[in-house]
């Protein structure tokens, strides 16, 4: 409920009652989708290898549930993230897609999470196929710091960011307040999708197990009665 709201109201604000930009124009307003998404998506990846990091350290097979979990959400969030870029690259470019440091490294974020998923796949054993991906996931965290500072260490098309923890926002109040909205109920969003899921994960793959048993007849009876 708290994502519907946040999200509808940053939404709304952004595509229909926030300023122009001086240089952009309207053409600015798919920042409000676009750059929740990507942070989002960073996020997802960063969780995900700190789950493979923990299911290698501490075989803790909760986090290979939730790292297996993140996979489908954070390939969607990234996703939508190049899709709204080229979108936004169009009319601010002139182009669709630039190779340039970010566009490239958010690529390649696209295919580690499609490379994760499918080496999950590709292993019948669960504990291999956890390992397996885990190692992939945290070998993979070395390009969230590149998409992170990109901008810094290489010459790209992409603006530096304009919301920071550690600096004031360089836009009007009217135009990051929504997008901090929008931010923030995406990541209401993905927490909520993923607890979800990663219930499901655990009930699937304790699926012969007593207590699961229980739950299931529990769960049963209560839509009976």
């Not at 290698?56 to 297996?68: E, F, G, N, S, Y």
């Not at 499918?118 to 998409?147: Q, W, Y």
């Not at 790209?156 to 920071?164: A, D, E, M, R």
């Not at 209401?188 to 979800?196: E, K, P, Q």
Request: net charge neutral.
């Amino acid at each position: 409920m708290g994502a519907v709201l946040l999200l509808s109201v940053g939404t709304v604000w952004g595509l229909a009652f926030a300023p122009a930009d001086y240089q952009q124009g309207n053409s600015f307003r798919i920042m409000y989708i676009h750059v929740p998404t990507a942070i989002v998506a960073q996020s997802s990846y960063m969780m995900m290898g700190v789950a493979g990091l923990i299911l290698l350290v501490w075989r803790m097979k909760l986090a290979d549930v939730v790292a297996a979990a993140i996979v489908p959400l954070g390939f969607s969030m990234t996703l939508i993230a190049l899709f709204t870029g080229a979108i936004w690259g169009k009319p601010t470019w002139g182009t669709w897609w630039i190779w340039d440091a970010r566009t490239t490294s958010m690529l390649v974020l696209l295919f580690l999470f499609i490379g994760v998923g499918a080496l999950r796949d590709a292993i019948s054993s669960v504990e291999t196929a956890g390992r397996a991906c885990a190692v992939l996931a945290v070998v993979g965290m070395i390009n969230i710091p590149i998409i992170k500072y990109s901008v810094d260490w290489w010459l790209t098309l992409h603006q530096s960011s304009s919301i920071s923890l550690t600096s004031a926002p360089t836009m009007p109040s009217s135009m990051w307040v929504p997008l901090l909205l929008n931010i923030l109920g995406m990541y209401c969003f993905f927490g909520a999708v993923l607890t979800s899921a990663v219930r499901t994960g655990i009930l699937i793959r304790e699926q012969n197990t007593v207590w699961v048993a229980e739950v299931v007849a529990g769960e049963v009876d209560n839509d009976v009665f």
